[in-house]
């Protein structure tokens, strides 16, 4: 059984930054059985959308369009954290956004059988 605990949301600026942290427990390390950690979201009367997954064995990053460029998921493996760092923010980013695990690094709610109880970014002025 995984837990999965998010951080870092808040309200900023547009244009501004956040980095959100997801802190995975439960397991020795990242678990070998969930090599995807991923960031989802959900905004007010929209349906849960993937933002980006790390496979915690080999690194490989994924991103949904809406985001590339801006955002920058890692991981730190000595931490069993994955943060999501967020650049030049915009209002349609405003959201509840999600950690979840995964055994495959895919941006679908379906794939994902863990999830955090989630952190709330508002983007505005």
């Known amino acids: 059984q995984l837990q999965l605990v998010e951080s870092g949301g808040g309200l900023v600026q547009p244009g501004g930054s956040l980095r959100l942290s997801c802190s995975v427990s439960?397991?020795?390390?990242?678990?070998?059985?969930?090599?995807?950690i991923g960031w989802f979201r959900q905004a007010p009367g929209k349906e849960r959308e993937g933002v980006s997954c790390?496979?915690?064995?080999?690194?490989?990053?994924y991103y949904a369009d809406s985001v590339r460029g801006r955002f920058t998921i890692s991981r730190d493996n000595a931490k069993n954290t994955v943060y999501l760092q967020m650049n030049s923010l915009k209002p349609n980013d405003t959201a509840i956004y999600y950690c979840?695990?995964?055994?495959?690094?895919?941006?679908?709610?379906?794939?994902?059988?863990?999830w955090g109880k989630g952190t709330l970014v508002t983007v505005s002025s």
């Open positions: 979840a695990a995964g055994i495959l690094c895919i941006l679908s709610d379906v794939a994902m059988e863990y």
């Open positions: 439960g397991a020795s390390g990242f678990p070998l059985d969930y090599h995807g």
């Open positions: 790390i496979n915690t064995s080999d690194g490989n990053t």
